[in-house]
């Protein structure tokens, strides 16, 4: 059973591309967290998805970012015309039930030239 | 929503001592614990994690107890090793939306295990 999987590890972008960022929750998981950690920072909840339903995404930026985790495929976290601001690792976490995090993916380290 | 407040922010032992790190949540209906464990450059690490039904859980050198009246939560590691150095995260659940609830991290301990 593989744990969570997030790709890519690194990611860098100029200002004003698109970002996308893809999570595989582990198998039976049916709840994925994105969380933001800026250097030397802690986690900042971002979105709580469930399969085709976003539940909570009060801890997400109202322009330029979203995320979906779709019937069939991995949840993706979508940022559009990034900026230097958004540099951080983007942590993905599933579980069984929800909020009770048990496992996180490597994190996508995204870099904004 | 939750509220976390985590100290010390820095933590120096060395090497066969204690170490407790504290956390205080505003949440009373918060019922599940958490404390991660994040060495540099990694991912967080579920450690450890207590319910709100039991007020102390152990395993090997790590224990964490919960005060639901003070709503404060503490991590102890005992006998610290080097390899114990890392940043560590309590966090608790809140309501968000409806009845769903995300969890809420503390701001961090950096621990230092020093020989």
């Known amino acids: 059973n593989a744990g969570v999987m997030q790709n890519p590890r690194h990611l860098v972008r100029r200002r004003g591309q698109e970002a996308r960022l893809r999570c595989s929750p582990m198998k039976g998981h049916s709840h994925v967290y994105w969380y933001r950690q800026l250097p030397e920072e802690g986690l900042k909840f971002m979105v709580y998805l469930q399969k085709e339903n976003i539940i909570d995404e009060s801890g997400m930026p109202k322009e330029r970012f979203s995320a979906e985790f779709p019937k069939e495929g991995p949840s993706i976290l979508r940022i559009q015309q990034v900026v230097r601001g958004d540099s951080a690792a983007y942590f993905c976490a599933s579980s069984p039930v929800p909020w009770e995090v048990g496992f996180f993916g490597p994190g996508t380290r995204l870099t904004v030239l | 929503g939750e509220n976390v407040e985590q100290h010390p922010s820095t933590l120096s032992v060395q090497e066969g001592d204690s170490a407790v790190i504290k956390c205080t949540y505003s949440?009373?209906?918060?019922?599940?614990f958490p404390w991660y464990k994040q060495e540099l450059g990694k991912r967080p690490q579920l450690i450890i994690d207590i319910r709100s039904n039991v007020g102390e859980k152990k395993d090997q050198r790590i224990a964490v107890t919960l005060n639901k009246t003070a709503k404060h939560f503490s991590l102890h590691i005992t006998e610290t090793q080097p390899e114990d150095s890392a940043v560590y995260f309590c966090a608790a659940p809140s309501r968000g939306t409806g009845t769903a609830s995300k969890l809420t991290f503390g701001t961090g301990t950096r621990l230092q295990v020093t020989l």
């Open positions: 949440d009373s209906a918060s019922n599940y």
